[in-house]
């Protein structure tokens, strides 16, 4: 079997020709950005609307809800998105999706979907850890997942054949990066929630940090 290139592209009995190939790696990405727009909504639909008999009480409760629900809202809401640019770009490098990749998307795809449940908790929970400790595993194991994604695409072949050398890299590097911060703020959460929040913050610097090692590195 062959690709548009002359490119002989791995014999596998999840796709027969190049037409059902298109197909399944299609519908494969418009679940998922299905998916991941529901979960999006979903974070909305949980949000507390402010209260009170006066204007003035409805802005203190509004000031009330807004550090920890409405935060916690725009937070969670920027995490998804992240994950779907970096979902979004790893496609534009896959050529086949074999059954594997499938299970490992329907994974991902099952840990954003908890995003808003992590998110309520994690809002609700006040000060005990609970809530940044199942936000962490939750979003951690969302990185760790396009980790997994990345590696099994490199190492089955199913990167397109223009795909640029180490067309992986910059994911692996991002994703691992933002793994590594949320599995250490665990820790951290248990000593103090506040302040296993504010390590999430961390999660740019290592990511900006590794990436630009990454590139210096392949220089």
Known sequence: MSDLNGTEIQRSPHFADE???????????????????????????????PHGRTAA???????????EEYLNFVISFGVIAAFWTAHHQYFRHIHAVD????RYNLGWLFLIVVVPFATRVNSQDGHFPLGPVLYAIVISGIALMMVFMALHAVRAHLLRPQAPPHAMRRLLVGAGAAAAV??????????????????????????????????????
């Open 99 to 102: 059954a594997a990749l499938r």
């Open 57 to 67: 009480e409805a802005w203190h409760s509004f000031l009330e809800l807004l550090p």
């Open 182 to 219: 949320f599995l250490l703020s665990i820790p951290v959460s248990f000593a103090s929630p506040s302040w296993g929040k504010y390590f999430w913050l961390l999660t740019i610097v290592a990511s900006r940090a590794a990436t630009y090692l990454s590139r210096r590195r392949a220089a």
């Open 19 to 49: 037409e059902d190939r298109r197909h399944v790696r299609d519908r494969v990405i418009f679940f998922s950005d299905a998916v991941i727009a529901i979960a999006m909504t979903l974070l909305a639909l949980e949000l507390p609307v």
